[in-house]
T-cell receptor, first 108, second 115 residues
Framework: QKEVEQNSGPLSVPEGAIASLNCTYS??????FFWYRQYSGKSPELIMS????GDKEDGRFTAQLNKASQYVSLLIRDSQPSDSATYLC????????FGTGTRLLVSP | DADVTQTPRNRITKTGKRIMLECSQT?????MYWYRQDPGLGLRLIYY???????NKGEISDGYSVSRQAQAKFSLSLESAIPNQTALYFC??????????????FGPGTRLTVL
């Protein structure tokens, strides 16, 4: 059974801080990894994708991948209250396996 | 207009009724997916289709069937709805990029309640 594990949270951070979201996966042959943001009752929205070991930055977001440790993380710099949502980690190639998500709360 | 649309957006039905959820996309993607989302269980794949003639079962296909009527349309049916099929249902589409990696894009979802 291929699994993606995330801490359900909530992760609470003050406005302006760095939020660090973590994810581990069990399938060693997974080639691609995704972070989606989901507001309550809404559909998942792609934030970042990463395929190679190391860091990938896009604006305030940085995804980090360590295939040896089977670990993916998402850093959100200068967190804003509008970042408060559930963040889903997913891994796979053509079919994705999703984690259950980490709820992030950013307080003003 | 939204690239991926789902109808209906909300539906309340009774146990034993047949229900069809529809998904349409204008993204031109070949690959389409149906997921359900339950609190605490995340997104789980029900069925997926990589082209019009290709249908595959996902993790939790029992009690569901699908039809891929065209590249742009993928329908999910519950032949005889039961209360534990109450969930939020999402359609997604994808197309392999130059690296062969798919990125999935989701529709707005259908909230289904089975009484």
């Amino acid at each position: 059974q291929k699994e993606v594990e995330q801490n359900s949270g909530p992760l609470s951070v003050p406005e302006g801080a760095i939020a660090s979201l973590n994810c581990t996966y069990s399938d060693r042959v997974s080639q691609s990894f995704f972070w989606y943001r989901q507001y309550s009752g809404k559909s998942p929205e792609l934030i970042m994708s990463i395929y190679s070991n190391g860091d990938k930055e896009d604006g305030r977001f940085t995804a980090q991948l360590n295939k040896a440790s089977q670990y993916v993380s998402l850093l959100i710099r200068d967190s804003q209250p509008s970042d408060s949502a559930t963040y889903l980690c997913a891994s796979g190639f053509q079919k994705l396996v999703f984690g259950t998500g980490t709820r992030l709360l950013v307080s003003p | 207009d939204a690239d991926v649309t789902q109808t209906p957006r909300n539906r309340i039905t009774k146990t034993g009724k047949r229900i069809m959820l529809e998904c349409s996309q204008t993204k031109g993607h070949d690959r389409m997916y149906w997921y359900r989302q339950d609190p605490g269980l995340g997104l789980r794949l029900i069925y997926y289709s990589f082209d019009v003639k290709d249908i595959n079962k996902g993790e939790i296909s029992d009690g569901y069937s699908v039809s891929r009527q065209a590249q742009a349309k993928f329908s999910l049916s519950l032949e005889s709805a039961i209360p534990n099929q109450t969930a939020l249902y999402f359609c997604a589409t994808s197309h392999p990029g130059t690296s062969g990696v798919d990125t999935q894009y989701f529709g707005p979802g259908t909230r289904l309640t089975v009484l």
